[in-house]
């Protein structure tokens, strides 16, 4: 995907194509463009770099004359020569292929457009599942490492379960939601998307099928796809995953475990019942079927304490349960858990020791102060009451300009709101328009191939004002599509 903060000199007497033809040849030949590297379509790249198309249309007749570039019907303008296939007989790699045929797959083209969109400035982020930095305890993270200053602790590596310390904080922690686990049983990983990555590579075979809730977050992701597996959505209602379904779709599939997100589900904010959750245990137990926890948003809850988590139920060691700080406290810690059977745990710790060596034990330290200094339950009080009044907000917003264009239920918890649109429109035109407008959403469809009429809006991260802000003016780009 091309990515670049570098614009033409417009105040420069070299003339803005030959900006832009000196730069493309720098990125060949310096190899940051590769053979087979695709360029933008002319308009895009105009507008990237602020030009007239004329201007990129002659920067890219000046590279294709001197047989740098190719541009074909159908397939668009690609990098075919470089400097060393000028200089040298035989040329160098064609690291696209290598691209091309790696085992981990690459993102969806729409989560990569989401991923690089992020970081332009100004852009209103309506979707985006991390906490506003205004939302971030800095002074309390100050305060934390100040303390740690004033303490011996390690700087070297960890034992490969991770730090001890931490480990202790977590299990009792654990005690305070149900779940009684020693800290030998449990894993530090660098937040949970890294356990899902170390269960993908470490427990399963290829050609094995995980169910999962339809939607879910886990389709936005590679993680189990890139290790050879496949994913099986099971449609929900409002009480959480349809149970009854499973043993059907365990036999047909020959699936081999299924992943939940029961508290505050991503992306629909479902909160699973106490009853659903039983059940749930129940059926994997009787059809066999390991059971994957992820409570990350168990803390964020904003009307009342949800149900105990299915871990808590589970007495043969049936599920392997992932928590984390990225979503309650900073996502920039990089720390989370996996809590499971010992064999399990250790299993899954040296594969992690294989992988990264362990967390970032400054992270680990971090982290057990904020459990141990109190520090941690205080700020969840806090953020707590700020995302209550971020979700009445950008509810009441909804209400305002979405009345008559879209149906959605109101979250007990977590970040999100699932919006369903009342028109049938294409969600790619609407993403794209949103986007050139300075506005970036979460679409339905990567979350589920199926859900063309469905928008994730969260109201964790944006300030008020900007929520208003965007909701009014998506609302108007959805009116003027639907004409």
């Not at 730090?163 to 005690?175: D, F, G, S, V």
């Not at 969600?427 to 589920?448: C, H, W």
Request: with cysteine; charged share 20%; proline share 7%.
């Amino acid at each position: 995907m091309f990515n670049t903060d570098w614009k033409p000199n417009k105040s420069s007497p070299v003339p803005l194509h030959k900006q832009i033809t000196d730069f493309m040849k720098e990125k060949i030949a310096n190899g940051e463009w590769t053979i087979g590297y695709k360029l933008p379509p002319q308009r895009t790249l105009a507008k990237r770099l602020e030009v007239n198309r004329s201007t990129i249309v002659t920067a890219y007749d000046e590279l294709i004359a001197e047989g740098l570039i190719e541009g074909k019907s159908g397939s668009g303008t690609r990098v075919i020569n470089n400097t060393w296939n000028l200089l040298a007989t035989t040329p160098p790699p064609d690291w696209n292929s290598y691209v091309k045929f790696g085992t981990h797959q690459p993102n969806l083209p729409t989560i990569q457009e989401i991923n690089h969109a992020e970081f332009t400035p100004n852009i209103i982020r309506l979707g985006t599942g991390e906490l506003s930095p205004n939302l971030i305890p800095s002074q309390s993270m100050k305060k934390v490492f100040q303390q740690l200053s004033n303490k011996e602790i390690s700087y070297g590596y960890e034992e490969p379960k991770g730090l001890l310390p931490l480990r202790e904080q977590i299990a009792t922690y654990l005690r305070t939601i149900g779940i009684h686990a020693s800290p030998s049983s449990i894993l530090i990983v660098s937040g949970a998307l890294q356990a899902l990555q170390l269960i993908s590579v470490g427990l399963l075979h290829k050609g094995s099928t995980v169910l999962t809730e339809k939607p879910s977050y886990l389709h936005s992701l590679n993680v189990f796809q890139s290790a050879g597996m496949r994913l099986m959505g099971i449609p929900m209602d409002k009480e959480g995953i349809q149970t009854k379904l499973i043993p059907a779709y365990k036999k047909q599939q020959n699936a081999a475990l299924l992943y939940t997100i029961p508290t505050f589900h991503n992306p629909t904010g479902t909160l699973m019942t106490f009853e659903r959750r039983k059940h749930l245990l129940d059926t994997c137990q009787q059809e066999q079927l390991p059971l994957i926890e992820d409570d990350v948003y168990r803390e964020l809850w904003l009307d009342e304490i949800p149900p105990k988590p299915i871990k808590a139920f589970d007495k043969h060691g049936l599920v392997l349960y992932l928590g984390s700080l990225s979503k309650s406290l900073s996502p920039g810690l990089r720390i989370g858990w996996i809590v499971g059977p010992e064999p399990v745990v250790e299993h899954l710790a040296d594969i992690k020791m294989q992988t990264d060596y362990g967390s970032s034990s400054l992270s680990q330290w971090a982290a057990a102060e904020w459990f141990s200094s109190g520090l941690y339950h205080e700020h969840l009080q806090e953020v707590r009451k700020q995302l209550k009044t971020r979700r009445d907000f950008t509810l009441a917003t909804l209400n305002k300009y979405f009345s008559d264009l879209a149906v959605w239920d109101k979250p007990t918890g977590g970040f999100y709101i699932w919006l369903r649109l009342l028109p049938s429109i294409s969600m790619r035109k609407i993403f794209e328009m949103a986007l050139t407008e300075g506005i970036l959403l979460n679409p339905g469809n990567v979350y589920d191939h199926q859900a063309e009429q469905f928008l994730r809006i969260s109201y964790s991260f944006a300030s008020l004002p900007s929520i208003e802000d965007g909701l009014k003016r998506l609302s108007k780009i959805i009116k003027l599509i639907a004409k």
